[in-house]
């Protein structure tokens, strides 16, 4: 399976904290983004469902943070999200 990122813009503080728990409990892995923009970047499986998922859990927890264009190589990591559709 093959994975990429997705990065949104968003400042430090608490909404970017909820965030990424939200994110976690939902199973993805979070990791500060290494841009000149204070951003997040989140490990999604291409082919499925993740991509979808992601932006809906963004929209309630911090529906201003600004979609930016992926910046990092796809990866391929076994069992990422195994178990999960």
Known sequence: ???????????PGPRRSALTAALTAAGFR???????VPSIQVRVREGTADEAEVKKIVAVHAPDAE???????VQH???YRAGRP
């Open 67 to 73: 979609p930016m264009p992926p910046g990092s190589p």
């Open 77 to 79: 990591i076994e069992n």
């Open 1 to 11: 399976m093959t994975q990429s990122f997705m990065t949104f813009g968003i400042m």
């Open 30 to 36: 979070v990791t500060d983004s290494q841009r000149m």
